[in-house]
């Protein structure tokens, strides 16, 4: 597993597009090479929010608030040299955005601490700060770049914001057929399929309880919601 002292920062917005960190880099004389892509991650109940007004950038910029039930897709980064002062430089941490310690999920579901900037208190908005095109443009062409889903992206662009994440497993009572099933019955279910994970079962009496440490096979059922938050 990867971890913070590998120097891993997470990434959602203007740093995701190579062109826009190596243009800020190129200006300062520094190696743009000093932030290097490990990999897709996600962060799980944050959402993503224009709460910020950046003089620099003209309008809305990019920030991450706590929030139960959404997720925030991004980027691993390793950072090596100069590259977090550059970062800090271009956060304009600590007083703009602060360096704060998460826990994301990688493209296998492991759990990766990793630094990302989040706006200070004193910067937030109460309400929506709408970005310029040109900023819009640049966050796109990162979440193009690492095959990210653009949802996410727009709907935050139009003050709004949804979760990253829209199937669940399930694997007991909640199962078709069972005594509490009803409950996502209640959702807008878009599709529902026999699914498998590793793990094991224990025995828990009223239901059973999932971990994930174990390697047997675990049966159960994928379900993909339009209203996952709600279900949740």
Not at 134 to 155: M, N, P, S, T, W
């Amino acid at each position: 597993m990867l971890s913070i002292e590998r120097g891993l920062y997470f990434a959602y917005g203007s740093n995701l597009c190579e062109a826009d960190w190596t243009k800020f880099c190129r200006e300062r004389g520094a190696d743009p090479n000093s932030m290097n892509p490990v990999g897709v991650a996600w962060l799980p109940d944050w959402s993503l929010v224009f709460n910020h007004f950046s003089m620099s950038r003209g309008g809305g910029a990019l920030n991450v608030e706590p929030s139960k039930g959404r997720t925030v897709p991004g980027v691993l980064f390793e950072v090596t040299g100069d590259g977090w002062t550059l970062l800090r430089e271009k956060e304009g941490a600590p007083n703009i955005y602060r360096e704060t310690e998460v826990t994301v999920l990688d493209a296998d579901g492991n759990e990766v601490r990793a630094l990302t900037y989040v706006l200070t208190p004193d910067r937030r908005k109460p309400e929506h700060v709408q970005p310029t095109k040109e900023y819009v443009a640049i966050c796109r062409a990162g979440y193009k770049r690492f095959g990210l889903d653009q949802d996410v992206l727009d709907q935050a662009v139009k003050g709004k914001s949804i979760s990253a994440i829209d199937g669940l497993f399930v694997y007991g009572t909640l199962m078709r057929g069972e005594k509490r099933s009803t409950i996502l019955d209640r959702g807008k279910r878009a599709c529902a399929l026999l699914a498998t994970t590793s793990g094991s079962l224990n025995d828990l009496g009223d239901f059973p309880g999932l971990l994930l440490s174990g390697q047997s096979t675990v049966h159960g059922e994928f379900c993909r919601f339009e209203d996952i938050e709600d279900i949740l």
